[in-house]
């Protein structure tokens, strides 16, 4: 969550661990700043938003598709599919977290960070409907994924806010592509 078109420290941090082969979906991908990091990469990506004119930056890269999207009025747009990893940051819509975990391939990776409760004194999502409780994303990952890192609380880089951040695999964390 580094300015708004620099990808977040976090995921620069937990890229390299994505697989070769497969494909990575930046779920509410906005400009696109992970998209652009990930492609950059040499992967390929589905970046998805409901903003058609945010996805239409990306057109000229290489090993990108976008998708225009409604993720929380319409249909989950990836039924059938798995992705090798996933990104979201700045995003929560919970409905869609079963899905993302179904979505993710053996071991494939979440990259999740976002904003919790207590980060409506830095200003908005002020909304508790969009921030996380605190654990709220261990809880989800319980027994479904193994953990390899999780953070939360109070950040000042690269602005103040209250962040929930974690990166975990479907299946053990020894067996983590190098």
Known sequence: MNSPAAPSAWVRRFAPLLGSGGTVLDLACGGGRHTRLLAGMGFSVEAVDRDEEALGTL???GNVTTRCA??????????GRDFAGI?????????LLPLLLAALSPNGVLIYETFMLGHERF???SNPAFLLRPGELLEVVRSRLSVVAFEQGD?????PSAVQRLCAIRGTVGLLPS
């Open 59 to 61: 057109a000229d890269l």
């Open 70 to 79: 409604d993720l929380e009025g319409g249909p989950w747009p990836f039924g």
């Open 87 to 95: 990104v979201v940051t700045n995003y929560l819509w919970r409905p």
């Open 123 to 125: 200003g908005k999502p």
């Open 155 to 159: 950040i000042s880089v690269p602005r």
